[in-house]
């Protein structure tokens, strides 16, 4: 990203920690004067806090916070990106929020109407662009459109009372009852995890710095470094072990090298010229209107050509009867680049697995003895078994780690700080403590000094202060924007009790008949309860882990509801499963949008409501969306052979014990326990070399239930990335940009072959 960052005088510094104290040292030598300025001097952390305070009310203040035309241009960048996840959901499962680029394409629209516009367009307006056209464009994925309305329409079989044909209007009902009640559970977590924990969530921050730097804007770049400071070393720690994983932090780290980089190469100057910073932001939109435009001819010349889709490069016995082509989709490249190159080797690592030895050897065996490419016979439907444990396993393994990692890294010093409350007092202290002799607060603490979660910090004031004063000046709060630009308990309330009634009224009365009303309820309090884990990765590795709570929803239900029971037992797993993972999607990505907005100032009421309006029209649009790729393409088949799908219906049939082939679930169970063993290898592992060359199960598991087409264009990107970054030492924000104009590219333009395909264009 370019280290362009305005005015060189930031509007408050970060705040630097003050060194840890010997205790017993500091109680004999302070002087009583010492401590009495330490009480009556407002200290430096006060101070800044103070500041800090001060930049987010006057950017919380502002009116472009929430604006007509900024939700205007949210919502039409938002069904670009509906349209374009819609296309990739269905042909591979994959969908992107596309903050940045969204950030970019709304900043570049305005840079283009700026002079027919009344009032300039800041930081905190681009934060409400960013907001509302992600909550459009990933309602494909959080309404179930890539997946599972794909597997009830299509793929239920008729002793499973399918499939079910859904109307338009009834999908739309559907959509707008689950897409709300995830963004109100994200908003009472804002308070633990942003403001206090002040998790990383490295796609908000890099968000807000590409913002920054558009805009010249210098605060978020000096708010990061404040709370980087105040990070406790487990979270440090456990955000630099995420290499492989995270596209988004290695792009963060770039930012992070860049800017330091440029503090020190311009340290002479006051700030850069306005050429400078004119030149940075059109070089950014010129890369992405090139790398569109490359895009775009392919997919235009792919409508016509299609067998450029799948090249033979492995010769043609190997194309025709393993299904190893390369499909060159600049857009599958661009997606490569996102995810980075470990990622993509894992995922090259599960096609060889899943399409060099597993398929063979089905086919060979009389496991599988259909075609290859025949899902209910041939080995493709096969190694999706194997898949589908690899993906519970993780999924399991991971979510269980995140639970007890607290206990398992603090649960020592828990209980040294029980025993030493249960020897000093009276054993009911142990559940309360007295305000009047401490000062406690939650702030994370420096580096140098150790902490817990399980027990709160006390304040470096209450260190320096006598026992008779500590409760005279407590630590101040930690910055937030005003009370009045939060959003109201009262309103919170409102919308969490609307946002389930209109869930639970979506749902019966679109599948009423099939699904029990305590099945609903329960999948919604489930999806709550697993939301709050998946915002916490999401915050910490940047990867929020929707499809392992959908699987793990998917497993708990198979002992509440099974086919003895109820008949429609793979229905109302499929829906409980789309339900949670609605909800956890929906939380992560208000997290998401959130953190940019705190570290930008923007009013986080504002972007509540941009989030909402957002959802409520791409609920609309994404059932629209799907309702015109199947009516034009044949689905599940040629383009679009919707493998997502066919995961969530192998999963309700492998948790519940039904149609599994020959062999499946020997080697499924095999590889299932292999890889819950990486997995947890992994987890130990964190911190160290080896850590890195532990595939994960994810990743391995995608490759192995997509085509290698697919997956090889995936690992040109990642290589592309491991070039660019790791090879020539180049920040990672140019290559992103360019990733994200060759997906939108192919996006867009796929809306132009769908109307050539709906008016029976004839292919060359």
């Known amino acids: 990203m370019a280290p362009d960052r305005g ?11 003050p060194p840890a104290l010997d205790h017993d040292r500091g109680q004999t030598e302070n002087s009583s004067e010492d401590v009495d300025n330490a009480v009556t001097k407002p200290s430096q ?24 035309r900024g939700v205007l241009v949210g919502l039409a960048i938002g069904v670009i990106i509906c349209f374009s996840n819609t296309y990739f959901g269905l042909q591979t499962g994959w969908i992107s929020g596309m903050a940045m680029p969204s950030a970019l394409i709304g900043f570049a629209y305005f840079k283009l109407v700026a002079k027919y516009i009344a009032f300039p367009f800041t930081p905190v307006e681009n934060v409400l662009v960013q907001t509302v056209a992600g909550a459009v464009g990933t309602m494909p994925l959080g309404c179930g459109f890539v997946g599972v309305i794909p597997a009830l329409n299509y793929m239920l079989k008729p002793e499973e009372n399918g499939p079910l044909i859904i109307g338009t209007g009834k999908l739309m009902i559907w959509a707008l009852g689950i897409c709300f009640f995830g963004v109100v559970i994200a908003v009472p977590l804002r308070k633990e995890v942003i403001i206090r924990e002040k998790l990383k969530f490295p796609s908000g921050t890099a968000t807000a710095l590409m913002i920054g730097v558009l805009h010249g804007d210098e605060g978020a770049a000096t708010l990061i470094k404040r709370e980087e400071e105040l990070e406790t070393p487990a979270l440090q720690s456990h955000d630099e072990d995420e290499p492989s994983n995270s596209p988004r932090r290695r792009g963060l780290d770039s930012v992070d090298r860049e800017t330091s980089i440029s503090a020190v190469e311009n340290s002479g100057s006051a700030e850069r010229s306005e050429s400078d910073h004119r030149s940075d932001w059109k070089a950014r939109i010129r890369l992405l209107v090139t790398a569109f435009a490359i895009s775009a001819l392919y997919t ?6 299609p067998q450029i889709h799948d090249i033979p490069i492995f010769g043609l016995p190997l194309a025709h009867k393993w299904l190893w082509t390369l499909n060159p989709s600049p857009a599958y490249i661009g997606q490569g680049i996102i995810m980075g190159p470990a990622t993509t080797l894992h995922m090259l690592l599960g096609a060889v697995l899943g399409w060099a030895i597993l398929s063979p050897l089905a086919k060979s065996r009389g496991w599988a003895p259909g075609p290859v490419e025949d899902w209910s016979t041939g080995s493709k439907g096969w190694i999706v078994w194997v898949s589908l444990a690899i993906m519970l396993a993780d999924s399991i393994i991971s979510l269980g780690w995140l639970l007890l990692r607290p206990v398992i890294s603090h649960g020592s010093q828990y209980l040294i700080e029980l025993r030493r409350r249960a020897r000093a007092t009276h054993w009911s202290s142990l559940f309360h403590s007295d305000p009047s002799s401490k000062s406690y607060h939650y702030t994370a603490l420096a580096p140098s000094e150790p902490s817990t979660p399980l027990t709160p910090h006390i304040s470096h004031h209450s260190q320096l202060q006598s026992p008779s004063s500590k409760a005279a000046s407590p630590s101040p709060p930690e910055p937030d924007a005003p009370p009045s630009h939060l959003v109201p308990t009262r309103i919170v309330l409102l919308f969490s009790l609307l946002s389930i009634l209109i869930c639970i009224g979506a749902v019966q009365l679109v599948f009423g008949a099939l699904i029990p009303l305590h099945a609903t309820l329960l999948s919604i309090l489930l999806g709550a309860l697993l939301s709050i884990v998946g915002v916490r990765a999401l915050g910490e590795t940047d990867l929020n882990p929707v499809s392992g709570i959908s699987k793990l929803t998917q497993l708990l239900f198979a002992f509440l509801v099974t086919p003895t029971t109820n008949p429609n037992a793979i229905t109302i797993n499929l829906l409980a499963g789309a339900i949670s993972e609605s909800a956890a999607l929906q939380a992560g990505d208000m997290m998401q949008d959130l953190k940019t907005g705190h570290l930008l100032g923007a009013a986080p009421k504002a972007q509540f409501y941009g989030q909402i309006i957002g959802s409520a029209v791409g609920a609309v649009v994404s059932a629209a969306v799907y309702k015109l790729y199947t009516s034009v393409y044949e689905v599940p088949g040629g383009m679009f052979q919707v493998p997502t799908g066919y995961v969530w219906i192998f999963t309700a049939r492998l948790v519940t014990g039904q149609g599994l082939p020959e062999m499946a679930w020997q080697w499924a169970l095999g590889a299932g326990l292999v890889f819950a063993a990486l997995t947890g290898a992994r987890a130990a592992g964190q911190g160290r070399r080896w850590q890195a060359w532990i595939p994960g199960g994810i990743a391995v598991a995608v490759g192995m239930y997509n085509t290698p087409s697919f997956t090889l264009a995936r690992t040109i990107g990642g290589l592309v990335n491991w070039y660019w970054q790791t090879y020539r030492r180049r920040e990672e924000t140019a290559v992103i940009v360019l990733a994200s104009g060759l997906i939108l590219g192919e996006g867009v333009v796929s809306i132009v072959n769908l109307l050539l395909a709906s008016l029976d264009v004839p292919h060359l």
């Open 45 to 68: 952390q006060d101070r800044q806090h103070d500041e800090a305070r001060q930049f987010l009310a006057a950017h919380a203040a502002e009116g472009q916070n929430f604006t007509v």
């Open 7 to 17: 005015d060189s005088s930031s509007q408050y510094q970060a705040i630097s920690q």
């Open 300 to 305: 235009l010349t792919s409508y016509f050509i």
